[in-house]
């Protein structure tokens, strides 16, 4: 049986968290795949700022293409409407029967999981991996985990040991309209990228294609 990690999200834009974060659970619970998948239209975000689906798609894959086991997926992009991962997961386990899903998140998700549409069915067909994010500690996460096991009994959730880096998309996209990148030597290109967080190449193609208010 494969086992394959779901990392979702609207990666509006994909940032170093995600990967270390993806690299981390792909170590430590021998994944055979990571599936990068971009939300079409989340029903828990909001929709002002976020871009289309393709081009979120696109950053996905420079971002991740240097890495043999993960891979951009355009799973959730094709579905109509606002996309929930109950639904997602229902799917996936159709149209991949043989295979063994782990949904990724940051540990802030999983203090209001159990207000995720249809967390039953989540479970059902995947176990949730999750990570230390912002200003959870392992301990509290640890706990909230065990408040989730009493809840929807136990193998259901596990924690991912990685270091927490401090950034959000949300942050990048202020960040980005700051910065004229016309006068940029190579070098000087590659560490800014590092200060954003982000791989080089995914920032060479926001500022091609003028994304986030860059000029």
């Known amino acids: 049986m494969t086992s394959i990690g779901i990392m979702g999200g609207t990666f509006n834009p994909i940032h170093i968290g995600h990967i270390e974060i993806a690299k981390a659970a792909y170590e430590q619970y021998s994944l055979d795949e990571i599936w990068f998948m971009p939300n079409h239209i989340p029903g828990y975000k909001d929709k002002k700022e976020l871009i289309d ?6 950053m996905v894959a420079l971002a991740v293409q240097e890495y043999a086991y993960f891979k951009a997926s355009d799973y959730e992009l094709h579905r109509s409407g606002n996309t929930y991962t109950a639904e997602t997961m229902r799917l ?36 949730i991996l999750a990570a230390p994010r912002d200003d959870a500690s392992k301990e509290s996460m640890q ?64 500022i091609e294609h003028h994304l986030y208010n860059v000029l």
């Not at 899903?101 to 059902?124: C, M, N, T």
């Not at 408040?147 to 259901?156: K, R």
């Not at 980005?176 to 920032?203: G, I, W």
Request: glycine share 2%; charged share 30%; net charge negative.
């Open 53 to 58: 689906g393709q081009t979120r798609l696109d």
């Open 92 to 127: 996936l386990s159709h149209d991949y029967p043989d295979a063994e899903f782990y949904f990724i998140i940051g540990a802030d998700s999983l203090d209001y999981f159990d207000k995720w549409r249809e967390p039953a069915v989540i479970l059902a067909h995947a176990k």
């Open 143 to 206: 706990r909230r985990i065990m408040q989730l096991h009493e809840q929807f009994g136990e193998n259901h959730f596990y924690p991912i040991d990685c270091v927490k880096i401090d950034c959000s998309s949300s942050e990048i996209r202020k960040r980005l309209s700051e910065y004229d990148f016309r006068n940029y030597t190579e070098k000087q290109f590659k560490e800014l990228a590092r200060e954003l967080y982000m791989s080089p190449n995914v920032l060479q193609y926001i």
